[in-house]
C-alpha cells in the first residue's frame, strides 16, 4: 500500500512515539488513605526524633543552651530585674543529679594523647595559672578531677605571720562585721544566721538570743569573710588560724550556683545550698568554717573527716551532725578540697575593732592576712 521508501521516511517521527513504553491499564484506587497514612508516619517519625532519649543530649541540650545564653545576653544589656518566678524555677532544676553525672565525668581517666589539649583549653577558658602547679605537665594528671584538685609548689603561697589569713583563692564577695541575725551576702541582700549554722546544740551557753548565744564573750561580735572560688582557682581550702573544732553539721541542701551574679539575685542563697560546717573555738571565741557546695561541685572532702560524704542520693532536708571531739587545726594546714570551684565563708567572733583589709570584689590568695589590724598586732 505505501512504498517501503515512505515507510522508512516516516520512521524517525514514528520511533520515539513507540519508545515510551506502553503501561498496562490498572484499576482506579483512592488515594487520600495512603497519602494520610505517609503524613501521619512522618509526623509519627519527626516527633520521635525530637523526644526520644538521644533528641535530650543532640538536640533540646544545644538548642537550649544557646537560647539560655543569647537570654542571659538580652537582659544584662538591658538591665533586666529577674522575678521570682523565674528564680523559683531555676531552684526547679535537678542540679543535684547533674552534679552527680558531671561528678563521674570528671573521675573518667582520659587517654594520655587528648590531656593535654582538654586542660590547656580549660586552662585558657578559666585563667588557670599552670606555673603554680606543682605539676607541670598535663599529661600527669589522669582526669579532671585530679587537675581540678592539683597541688601548688612548695613556697608559692606564703602564710602571713598574722593571727588570721584567707583560707583559700578565690573574690572575696563581702566582709565585715555581722551585729545581727540577719547577715549581709552581698550588698543589699542577707541571709539568716540560724537557718545557715542551724540550731545551737554544741555551746554550753544558753540565750534566748540565737546571737548572743554564739558568743563567748559578751564584748565581742562577729564578722564574717565570704570569698567564691572560680572554676580556675586553686581548689583546695586551708586553715585560716589556730583553732580546735568539736562538732560538724552537713546540710544536704540544693546545689545552685554560687557565683557573684546569682548570689545578688537570690536572697538567702547559703542557706539552701548543701554545705558542710564546722564549729569550734579560736583566740577570741567562737569560730566556724564553712565549705558550701554548688552546681557541678561533685563533692566536698575534708581530710580530717573522712566520714563526710556530700551530694548523695536522699532527701534534700536532710541534715547529719558529728561530735568530732577536739580537733585541732593549724594556721595554713590543709584543711579539704572541691571537685569544683564554690564558696568558703568564716563566721568567728573577734573585738569590735578588728576589720578586714579588703572589701568586696578584692582578689585574695592562700595566706594573705585579713586585717591591717593584725599586721600591727605581728610587728
Known sequence: MFPPTRIRSCLPV??????????????????????????????????????????IFTRWVPLGSVMYVGWCYIRQSINYEVSKIEI????????????????????????????????????????????????????????LSAFFTRPLKDGV??????PCVSPCDGVVLNCGPASTDRIEQ?????????????????????DNDYYKSLLKDKENILHQIIIYLAPGDYHRFHSPCEWTSTFRRHFAGKLLSVNPWMAKLIPGLFTMNERAVYVGEWKHGFFSMTAVGATNVGSIEVYKDPELRTNTKGKRGRVDEAELGKVKFDKG??????????????????????KFEMRSGDRVLVGQALTAAAKQQAR
Open 14 to 55: 514514528i520511533n520515539p512515539l513507540f519508545k515510551q513504553r506502553l503501561r498496562p491499564h490498572r484499576p482506579f484506587r483512592q488515594t487520600s488513605t495512603v497519602l494520610n497514612q505517609t503524613k501521619a508516619s512522618t509526623t509519627q517519625l519527626q516527633k520521635t526524633k525530637w523526644m526520644n532519649f538521644r533528641a
Open 88 to 143: 523559683r524555677f531555676y531552684e526547679m532544676f535537678p542540679f543535684r543529679v547533674t552534679s552527680r553525672l558531671w561528678g563521674k565525668v570528671a573521675e573518667c581517666e582520659l587517654p594520655t594523647s587528648v590531656r593535654g589539649f582538654v586542660y590547656g583549653t580549660y586552662s585558657r577558658l578559666f585563667n588557670v595559672n599552670l606555673s603554680e602547679a606543682a605539676v607541670s605537665d598535663l599529661t600527669y594528671y589522669k582526669s
Open 157 to 162: 603561697r606564703i602564710i602571713a605571720n598574722t
Open 186 to 206: 552581698v550588698k543589699g541582700v542577707t541571709y539568716s544566721l540560724e537557718e545557715f549554722l542551724g540550731e545551737n546544740t554544741w555551746s554550753k551557753q544558753k
Open 333 to 354: 594546714e590543709l584543711f579539704g578540697q572541691f571537685n569544683m570551684g564554690s564558696t568558703i565563708i568564716l563566721l568567728f567572733e573577734a573585738p569590735k575593732d578588728f
